[in-house]
């Protein structure tokens, strides 16, 4: 009974924290080209295809810290 007690806890925090994805800080990608001031979730995205550079992978968190918003193709 006293490890069913410890244990529900620990299963709460493992369930709680991959049960909400938003608090994850996902993988975005950058095109690092001069005009580019957009962040994408899909690699294949329509935006990135016009890229003439570098593609970089960041945090999503990251990319908002570098002041880049959600591209207009993406919702
Ligand atoms: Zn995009």
Do not use: Q
């Not at 994408?40 to 550079?53: A, E, P, V, W």
């Amino acid at each position: 009974m006293r490890i069913r007690i410890l244990f529900l806890p620990v299963l709460f925090l493992m369930l709680s924290s991959y049960g909400t994805p938003f608090h994850k800080d996902t993988s975005v990608y950058l095109c690092m080209g001069k005009g580019s001031k957009k962040y994408h979730y899909r690699k294949d995205c329509r935006g990135l295809s016009n890229c003439s550079t570098k593609i970089h992978e960041v945090t999503l968190s990251k990319a908002r810290e570098m002041g880049r918003t959600l591209c207009g193709w993406e919702d």
